[in-house]
């Protein structure tokens, strides 16, 4: 079992020990705030409702959690160490010192400084090579984004050792090139950080306003693409040299007040959280935070079907989910009831019913060959009748599991059975019965299925019992 | 009819006329350039697919388009005058001159300025008061999100009649209190502009690892929440004040280079056009729209099955669209079918099926009385058994249909028959066999509905010439 050691917790260092162990790794903490159980367990409760949502599998059983005593214990025969302590140099310094005595000479140490380079972390270190960057972005167990940055120090193969990690974690390690003080993403988000502040401080705009400019306007196109590939776009036929040229000469005008840096007064500080108060006081932060997570996942989710951006990264995740090996009758869908399948009754849509039926099918699919490479073939499977019974309500957050058998294989008549149960106590939540007929995609006209095809789906439906 | 005159076409000029026009408002075109109809053309046709994937019910009848060959005739009759001309103030001053020439004295003149202030614009106008800044973000067909800024010259009653008409078409006008030089959008974004142009000038970064740290990780929190919010639950239990105190030191520190601005020199623009080629070159410009934009209607759409952000949006504006009048048999659903709908087979994905008829039930369910207020009182139908029949297939894009009757309507049970239909021809895509049972949301038991909803029901099944 690969076991990882989360040095320093809080809302970070949670969110991390959520990743790795939502993945299949064992975790230790150590954090010497007695609260820290207390504050990782409710990062942890948000992770394990939200994360399983984003996958239409079922994501791999949670390793175990350990909380240690001492950092010593924490770090030992971990092959990652991701430190988190607090933004000061000098405690990282003490920090990186102590657990480079205890941990082994391959492990991976990643801090998750915003601000500081390898260099600074580096300096004075035993083994400078094994110390890297990894700066994750809030909820860490939702957004896939890292900054990973290394230097000279390191060695190439820990940097891809370091990203397959990251990546088997569903997340998206984006190697930075060069040292710079708070790397690429905080640079942008400083950037507009200052700006807002100065409307703010000016009395322009109040939070609320700033907070709708954004989440109508450009947050909308950045959660799919950049900046650039949006500018691009703007810029038509022309392309972009044109549009920049066009927009160019703004460079010149006074468009912002960022040549000033904004006075950090109380009165600032105090300013805006009177108005962050007034925007968002009706709702606390444990309320704000699952809005957030459920706003996260509705929108990766729509995302993952049209494989974009965040989408396509968890598609490349679900991927290397293993699906349980095949039985009679078929486990055809193990998953977790996303947030955005519920409706005004509080329970799963009677809609998404079909949809868990049709990836029950197209998970038969799998079984006998009729997959990607066959439908680019031009042969497939359509449905032509259903009819489900909805047996018991379940709601967002329940695992369920469906089973299939095979009741009809006659040459290009195909008839399934699926039974859903919820995982947690097997209580039978609805049956499908499906008919299905074999297609040519050119002609749209009902054909028998390739040789390959009917054999496999022969071989299935005899172990299912089936009558051909 | 109401009537809008477009003046300058071009991406803003014709996002502008696909709002308009696909709210039911005639629209009247005035652009010199011998290419505005082609151009205004492809504006067209990308917001025909992409507006009506965003509601689950049919907008109003498009509107006439007409193209003008005078400045005069455009304006003649508009109630709503949007102004976007290039950039250039004594061209705004000349164009908006001709406008009010011709313009009655109660249309509202809208400028798509991004840069100048109400002032500026109103500057030796005849009749300052009408015009204001009405800053749209592109695509206009799609982000909702407008600067409506006036100032003292204008009267109250003029924005506040601004604000309905920019509500009617689905947008959010964002009243700018203050007048600014780029409003209050644009100053964000051209501090994030700034800081990209200097990464990519300094090597640090390419637009592709900007653009990846954009929507990989910041991007998805602010199409929710914008950054007051965010770092609002940033700061955790300690609040707003904490956060900024976290951070606040920061902002003495080089984090950003925006102290100074980066030279447009044509080096710079080639190199970012070069890198802008590699990353997004192997699609045109065509493509590159067809697929933000279908990434807008998903994300946009998730919002809205979360009644959050933009989807909030969506759902008030599509409250406002009117359902035809009850008929036999009740058409229940009309709508296009949504990008995120289809499947690897390229048509619309058998679980949709059951997702279109629980709306056409619940159209039914409005109909008898049995909506949101009878749910709240503790009392709803839940579907126990649905049958449907998959006759021919569909697409997105597709305007679609349903027609539903009461087949059975014995106390408890009720019984519904669905067809749904191709809008186009009338080609029927499916059938669905419906068996609801009325519950008690408390017990989860059955029970007999309330009398005034049986009332309701036996009248439609009367209609309908069911035997009860």
């Not at 030992?76 to 920090?95: C, D, M, Y």
């Not at 190439?156 to 003080?181: T, W, Y």
């Given at each position: 079992?690969?076991?990882?050691?989360?040095?320093?917790?809080?809302?970070?260092?949670?969110?991390?020990?959520?990743?790795?162990?939502?993945?299949?790794?064992?975790?230790?903490?150590?954090?010497?705030?007695?609260?820290?159980?207390?504050?990782?367990?409710?990062?942890?409760?948000?992770?394990?409702?939200?994360?399983?949502?984003?996958?239409d599998k079922?994501?791999?059983?949670?390793?175990?959690?350990?909380?240690?005593?001492?950092?010593?214990?924490?770090?030992?025969?971990?092959?990652?160490?991701?430190?988190?302590?607090?933004?000061?140099?000098?405690?990282?310094?003490?920090?990186?010192?102590?657990?480079?005595?205890?941990?082994?000479?391959?492990?991976?140490?990643?801090?998750?400084?915003?601000?500081?380079?390898?260099?600074?972390?580096?300096?004075?270190?035993?083994?400078?090579?094994?110390?890297?960057?990894?700066?994750?972005?809030?909820?860490?167990?939702?957004?896939?984004?890292?900054?990973?940055?290394?230097?000279?120090?390191?060695?190439?193969?820990?940097?891809?050792?370091?990203?397959?990690?990251?990546?088997?974690?569903?997340?998206?390690?984006?190697?930075?090139?060069?040292?710079?003080?708070?790397?690429?993403?905080?640079?942008?988000?400083?950037?507009?950080?200052?700006?807002?502040?100065?409307?703010?401080?000016?009395?322009?705009?109040?939070?609320?306003?700033?907070?709708?400019?954004?989440?109508?306007?450009?947050?909308?196109?950045?959660?799919?693409?950049?900046?650039?590939?949006?500018?691009?776009?703007?810029?038509?036929?022309?392309?972009?040299?044109?549009?920049?040229?066009?927009?160019?000469?703004?460079?010149?005008?006074?468009?912002?007040?960022?040549?000033?840096?904004?006075?950090?007064?109380?009165?600032?500080?105090?300013?805006?959280?009177?108005?962050?108060?007034?925007?968002?006081?009706?709702?606390?932060?444990?309320?704000?935070?699952?809005?957030?997570?459920?706003?996260?996942?509705?929108?990766?989710?729509?995302?993952?079907?049209?494989?974009?951006?965040?989408?396509?990264?968890?598609n490349?995740?679900e991927a290397?989910l293993k699906m349980p090996e095949p039985s009679v009758p078929l486990m055809s869908v193990?998953?977790?009831?996303?947030?955005?399948?519920?409706?005004?009754?509080?329970?799963?849509?009677?809609?998404?019913?079909?949809?868990v039926f049709s990836d029950a099918a197209d998970a038969v699919m799998a079984q006998i060959g009729a997959d990607a490479d066959y439908i680019a073939s031009g042969l497939s499977y359509f449905t032509v009748e259903t009819t489900?019974?909805?047996?018991?309500?379940?709601?967002?957050?329940?695992?369920?599991?469906v089973t299939s058998r095979i009741t009809l294989a006659d040459g290009k008549k195909l008839g399934l059975w699926h039974e859903?149960?919820?995982?947690?106590?097997?209580?039978?939540?609805?049956?499908c019965d499906q008919f299905l007929l074999h297609v040519s995609l050119e002609s749209r006209a009902s054909c028998p299925p390739a040789v390959a095809v009917q054999d496999r789906l022969s071989a299935l439906a005899k172990q299912h019992g089936t009558t051909e």
């Amino acid at each position: 079992m690969k076991r990882a050691a989360i040095i320093g917790g809080g809302v970070i260092g949670g969110g991390w020990a959520a990743r790795f162990l939502l993945n299949g790794w064992d975790v230790a903490v150590y954090d010497p705030d007695p609260e820290a159980a207390r504050k990782i367990s409710a990062v942890l409760d948000g992770a394990r409702r939200a994360l399983p949502m984003l996958y239409d599998k079922a994501l791999p059983a949670e390793g175990q959690l350990t909380f240690c005593g001492s950092l010593e214990a924490a770090v030992e025969g971990a092959a990652w160490v991701q430190e988190s302590v607090p933004e000061r140099l000098a405690l990282k310094h003490s920090t990186l010192k102590l657990l480079q005595d205890v941990a082994t000479q391959d492990a991976i140490i990643g801090s998750s400084t915003s601000g500081f380079t390898p260099s600074q972390l580096q300096d004075g270190a035993v083994r400078p090579g094994q110390i890297v960057v990894t700066h994750p972005f809030n909820p860490v167990y939702l957004i896939p984004l890292v900054e990973l940055v290394g230097n000279a120090a390191n060695d190439d193969a820990l940097l891809r050792r370091a990203e397959d990690i990251l990546n088997s974690l569903g997340m998206f390690p984006l190697r930075v090139r060069a040292e710079i003080d708070a790397h690429i993403a905080d640079r942008l988000l400083e950037a507009v950080w200052r700006e807002a502040l100065w409307l703010v401080s000016d009395g322009i705009a109040t939070t609320e306003e700033i907070d709708n400019a954004i989440r109508y306007g450009f947050g909308l196109r950045w959660a799919q693409m950049g900046l650039f590939e949006t500018y691009r776009i703007a810029g038509g036929e022309a392309g972009m040299a044109h549009f920049m040229e066009q927009f160019g000469p703004a460079l010149a005008w006074p468009w912002t007040k960022l040549m000033d840096v904004p006075e950090f007064t109380p009165e600032l500080v105090a300013l805006i959280a009177d108005q962050s108060d007034q925007q968002s006081g009706a709702l606390d932060v444990r309320a704000l935070e699952r809005l957030r997570d459920d706003n996260l996942v509705a929108l990766m989710r729509a995302l993952k079907q049209r494989d974009a951006a965040a989408g396509a990264l968890l598609n490349a995740h679900e991927a290397t989910l293993k699906m349980p090996e095949p039985s009679v009758p078929l486990m055809s869908v193990t998953r977790t009831i996303p947030v955005d399948w519920t409706d005004y009754n509080g329970h799963m849509n009677e809609g998404r019913y079909g949809q868990v039926f049709s990836d029950a099918a197209d998970a038969v699919m799998a079984q006998i060959g009729a997959d990607a490479d066959y439908i680019a073939s031009g042969l497939s499977y359509f449905t032509v009748e259903t009819t489900i019974k909805y047996l018991t309500e379940c709601h967002a957050g329940d695992g369920i599991r469906v089973t299939s058998r095979i009741t009809l294989a006659d040459g290009k008549k195909l008839g399934l059975w699926h039974e859903m149960t919820r995982a947690e106590d097997g209580t039978v939540l609805a049956t499908c019965d499906q008919f299905l007929l074999h297609v040519s995609l050119e002609s749209r006209a009902s054909c028998p299925p390739a040789v390959a095809v009917q054999d496999r789906l022969s071989a299935l439906a005899k172990q299912h019992g089936t009558t051909e």
